[in-house]
Structure formats: structure tokens, C-alpha cells
């Protein structure tokens, strides 16, 4: 039988990725959900749709009638709290709704995987290292009071009703394609335009901080082992199971540019919500899915800066797998040859 699976967000970082790996299986037809008009090819069918909007996703729902949806939409930042909690709680809302319906319809059982974030747990909740799925959660953000709302939510959803959802509790992502809002996304953009010649330095915030980074290509193979063997009403960490330092990671970046880029600081402090240090225990996910993360953090930058700086071009960033090097050597820059960081005060750039 043809299984009808469908992304909302299809057209985000993550989306773009998992619709592409999903177009590789067969004996499936592959539907997606975003906010402009024009059709990704990888498709076979597309919808401009927001999920704000309760009548438009219950259109939606009722022609594409999924036996899957992967759910990756939201928003981060950028609108008022009001705005979040409209389109991320109200929105995942409106979806499980349709989605109760159309199986009740078809009398067969949906299954819907929704993703969160390690933005639910907060400082409190990530107080204790590394993070498990039973950790108790004290958001302290805006994007993270309404992702944990949803977590909430999806967990009390009836593990015997038309709709089965499981959670999958994603942590920082990174690798090729990676917006501008998010961090490494940015500071590969600022590479690409100082050799350019278009700025003179790259302008960023606090480098003290340490993250669980997961490549992009293995959490949406994640995504894919859960949504098929995860049990409903489970949370799953996507981890990795350590953090790296993001200025070190920063280093490694210029390092694989060929060039040597000033790095101004505006402001060492952390900001209000912005945890020193935390990272996953994926212990739970690899034993229930079979899944861990494999791609090195050395892959994910190199192909991070590979898609942004162009593969070919003269000082390109290393191809796909290569390892990130240094200027002189090595896995990574020797400190007497690491970038010069300043402390400035500059236009804010994150």
C-alpha cells in the first residue's frame, strides 16, 4: 500500500533535508505544508497553508487524508509572544484536530511526530548532565513555553485514539542549508562575505557557551526511525550526548575558510535564558529506535561552509566528509594561529 506522508514546514532547514530523504524510500507519495506559493520538486504535493488557520489546515487535511505527518512548523522569534503561542500551540492544535477527524473518517489510525526543542527545559531543567527525557522543564522563553506546551499536549493524547503521536525533543542542528537566524548559519554568511570583501570582521555574541549539536541529516534520520517505531506518548532525545564550545567551533570555521577573519565580541555575558552548557542523553532513542548520531561536528561545518561558500570555487571549504583543518594542520587551528577575538561593541548580530 502507498503510504501518504506529509511535512509541515517542508520548506524550512530541516524540512528541506527530511523531504529529500523521504523522497528516496518507495511506495510512498509525499505532501507538504509552508507559507509561499511555488511547489518544492521534491513533492508530490504541496500546500501554502497556516496552520493558524483552522479551516485552511482542515482543507488541507481532508484532500491530502495522511497516514503520516511529520510536524516541524513553528516559529522562533521575530513576532510578539502572542504571535508565537498563535502559531505554534495554536497551530499544532488545529493540526491534531483535522488530523482526529480524517482518521476517524478513514477508520484508520494516523501517526503524527511533532518536534521539540531542548529550548522546553531551561536552566533549571538543565541543570543536571546530560539531559534525559524525564528531566522536569522550566522554559524561559517565549519559543520555549509554547514548544513545551505542545510536548504537553502530545503526551496526553490518548495512546489508544485515532491519532497516535510521538515527540521527538531535537536539540541544536547544524549543517548545509542552515539559515542566518540560527548561529553557525550566520557566522558561515559572514565568512562567505569577508572574503568577498564585503565586511571586514565577523560581528557575533557570547562564544563561551556549550551546545549539543546534531547534523541535520541525522536527526531527520531520527525523525524517521521514531515516527515508525517510536511508541505514542514517548518523548525521544535527539542527542548526541556531548557539547562543544561554540567559539571553538567558530575557529574551526575560519580555519576551514582559508582565511583569517577578525572576530569582534560584542558582549561576553550571556543573555537572559542562555545556559553555560547542556546536552542530551540519547541512551533512550538508541535503544527504542536504534538511532545515534554519527556525523562528525567536523562533516557538518565543512558542509555547512561548502553550500554557503561554493564546492569548486577557489578556497572553497573541504567537500563532504573531509576533515576541517587548520591553516597548518590538524583537526583544528593551533591557539597561536586562532583568529583574533576583540572585544568591541558593534551592531548586534544575534
Not at 145 to 150: C, D, F, N, P, S
Amino acid at each position: 500500500m502507498i503510504q501518504r506522508v506529509l511535512i509541515t514546514g517542508v520548506r524550512g532547514f530541516t524540512g528541506r533535508h527530511l523531504a529529500a530523504r523521504l523522497r528516496q524510500g518507495a511506495h510512498r507519495q509525499l505532501f507538504g505544508i509552508g507559507t509561499a506559493e511555488d511547489k518544492p520538486a521534491a513533492l508530490d504535493g504541496y500546500y501554502a497553508c497556516d496552520l493558524a488557520d483552522a479551516f485552511r489546515v482542515e482543507q488541507v487535511i481532508d484532500e491530502v487524508r495522511p497516514d503520516v505527518v511529520y510536524h516541524l512548523a513553528g516559529v522562533t522569534s521575530g513576532v510578539n509572544p502572542e504571535q508565537i503561542r498563535a502559531i505554534n500551540e495554536g497551530g499544532f492544535a488545529h493540526l491534531c484536530d483535522s488530523l482526529r477527524r480524517s482518521a476517524v473518517r478513514r477508520d484508520r489510525a494516523v501517526r503524527l511526530l511533532t518536534v521539540g526543542s531542548a529550548a522546553e527545559l531551561g536552566s533549571r531543567g538543565a541543570a543536571r548532565l546530560p539531559v534525559g527525557e524525564d528531566a522536569d522543564c522550566y522554559p524561559e522563553t517565549p519559543y520555549g513555553r509554547t514548544k513545551y506546551e505542545v510536548t504537553r499536549r502530545a503526551q496526553a493524547e490518548s495512546v489508544d485514539g485515532p491519532l497516535e503521536i510521538v515527540v521527538a525533543r531535537a536539540f541544536n542542528l547544524v549543517g548545509p542549508g542552515m539559515g542566518t537566524h540560527l548561529a553557525f548559519g550566520r557566522f558561515a554568511a559572514q565568512i562567505a562575505a569577508f572574503r568577498r570583501g564585503e565586511t571586514d570582521a565577523l560581528r557575533c555574541g557570547n562564544l563561551s557557551s556549550r551546545r549539543d549539536f546534531i547534523d541535520v541529516r541525522d536527526a531527520v534520520d531520527a525523525y524517521i526511525a521514531i515516527a515508525r517505531d517510536g511508541r505514542a506518548g514517548e518523548l525521544y532525545n535527539i542527542s548526541s550526548g556531548r557539547s562543544y564550545e561554540i567559539g571553538d567551533l567558530l575557529r574551526r570555521m575560519i580555519a576551514a575558510s582559508g582565511v583569517d577573519v577578525p572576530v569582534f565580541v560584542e558582549s561576553a555575558a550571556q543573555r537572559p535564558g542562555d545556559l553555560a552548557d547542556i546536552y542530551g542523553d540519547p541512551s533512550k532513542t538508541a535503544a527504542a529506535v536504534g538511532w545515534r548520531a554519527t556525523t562528525p561536528i567536523e562533516r557538518s561545518l565543512a558542509d555547512l561552509l561548502a553550500a554557503v561558500l561554493g564546492e569548486g570555487a577557489a578556497g572553497a571549504a573541504p567537500a563532504a566528509g573531509a576533515r576541517i583543518e587548520g591553516p597548518h594542520g590538524g583537526r583544528a587551528p593551533h591557539a597561536s594561529h586562532a583568529p583574533h577575538v576583540t572585544q568591541a561593541h558593534v551592531p548586534r548580530t544575534n
